[in-house]
């Protein structure tokens, strides 16, 4: 990814793209990297990769959660992007908190281990990288 021109003064738009969503997307592509190999067969040996995996998993997610709370923050609009939020705005909240704070059971994770709510967050994440891409065009 490009790197956006350092602000002069005051830029949020900035703060939210290279200490939000860099570090979030550095995650995104480590989850994207090891999926494949963490579940390619029922191995014991695949165990340690499959941790790695959900580790990775945990902080993409719950940065993705910080990314969208920072758009909405900022009040940035854009109608395809805020639709997305929308449809599971609150099960990533729900989410996030649960990687940050301890919780006596799963219900608050499992829940995106729903086919459904991972594509919907990897088709935000798509939709944000493109996002932040056009503004460093400009």
């Not at 997610?61 to 923050?73: D, H, M, P, Q, R």
């Not at 009040?75 to 805020?82: A, N, V, Y």
Request: charged share 25%.
């Amino acid at each position: 990814m490009p790197t956006m021109p350092t602000p002069k003064e005051d830029n949020p738009l900035w703060l939210l793209r290279t200490f939000y969503f860099v570090p979030c997307d550095l995650m995104h592509q480590n989850v994207n990297l090891l999926k494949g190999r963490a579940f390619a067969d029922e191995n014991p040996e695949n165990a340690d990769s499959q941790e790695v995996f959900i580790s990775f998993l945990l902080y993409w997610l719950g940065g993705l959660f910080v990314v969208i709370e920072g758009w909405k923050s900022l009040k940035i609009t854009e109608p395809t992007i805020d639709k997305m939020i929308d449809e599971h705005w609150d099960s990533l909240r729900q989410f996030r908190n649960a990687v940050f704070h301890f919780q006596p059971d799963d219900r608050k994770h499992v829940q995106f281990f729903d086919l459904a709510k991972f594509n919907w967050a990897e088709e935000l994440h798509a939709a944000l990288r493109a996002f932040f891409e056009a503004q460093e065009s400009r």
